[in-house]
T-cell receptor, first 115, second 116 residues
Framework: AQTVTQSQPEMSVQEAETVTLSCTYDTSESDYYLFWYKQPPSRQMILVIR??????QNATENRFSVNFQKAAKSFSLKISDSQLGDAAMYFC????????????FGKGTHLIIQP | EAQVTQNPRYLITVTGKKLTVTCSQN?????MSWYRQDPGLGLRQIYYSMNVEVTDKGDVPEGYKVSRKEKRNFPLILESPSPNQTSLYFCASSLRVYPTRQETQYFGPGTRLLVL
């Protein structure tokens, strides 16, 4: 069974600086997708960025980018120019292609932004 | 506005009293799913549906039922709630699940349930 591990329960960064959240996963599949979701205090789950395993190019969405290392099964999220509104829980998630299984989530990283 | 809605957002109930949490999406999505979120355990899938009248169990289906009579609605039913079902519940939907591509799942706002 696939697993997703986020080894940093909590991270803190100064406003305007850059922070990287780590995620590793374990799977025997070759076709899969990876996501980062943000959960602010409102508890809503908001998609931040997605990466298809078959794509070598790292996904980027404005200030958010990923470092996808397929061989190492690593999928880290980099947040540049951190803003107060970035403070939230961040979840890394995996889903395999070709099936109807749901997302497998890591346990989350609590990101604190220091003003 | 494209969205997934859930009702109620907050619910306090007592053991054994049947309840239903509704989920509706306005994006014509085929795939819908229910998750529960518990501290230290992250989010876990309860049930999912690939289309109308097609549902299947996720990782933690015990104590729950679902139905999919219409494409837009996917209610979660707790026939006899117990305190261990106290949790935060999320409904999610995506356009479709097909062989070589997974569409992004969109989440509802969550329903916080307390079973006394």
């Amino acid at each position: 069974a696939q697993t997703v591990t986020q080894s940093q329960p909590e991270m803190s960064v100064q406003e305007a600086e850059t922070v990287t959240l780590s995620c590793t996963y374990d799977t025997s599949e070759s076709d899969y997708y990876l996501f980062w979701y943000k959960q602010p205090p409102s508890r809503q789950m908001i998609l931040v960025i997605r990466q298809e395993a078959y794509k070598q190019q790292n996904a980027t969405e404005n200030r958010f980018s990923v470092n996808f290392q397929k061989a190492a099964k690593s999928f880290s999220l980099k947040i540049s120019d951190s803003q107060l509104g970035d403070a939230a829980m961040y979840f890394c998630a995996y889903i395999r292609g070709g099936g109807a299984d749901g997302l497998t989530f890591g346990k989350g990283t609590h990101l604190i932004i220091q003003p | 506005e494209a969205q997934v809605t859930q009702n109620p957002r907050y619910l306090i109930t007592v053991t054994g009293k049947k309840l239903t949490v509704t989920c509706s999406q306005n994006m014509n999505h085929e795939y819908m799913s229910w998750y529960r979120q518990d501290p230290g355990l992250g989010l876990r899938q309860i049930y999912y549906s690939m289309n109308v009248e097609v549902t299947d169990k996720g990782d933690v289906p015990e104590g729950y039922k679902v139905s999919r009579k219409e494409k837009r609605n996917f209610p979660l039913i707790l026939e006899s709630p117990s305190p261990n079902q106290t949790s935060l519940y999320f409904c999610a939907s995506s356009l479709r699940v097909y062989p070589t591509r997974q569409e992004t799942q969109y989440f509802g706002p969550g329903t916080r349930l307390l079973v006394l």
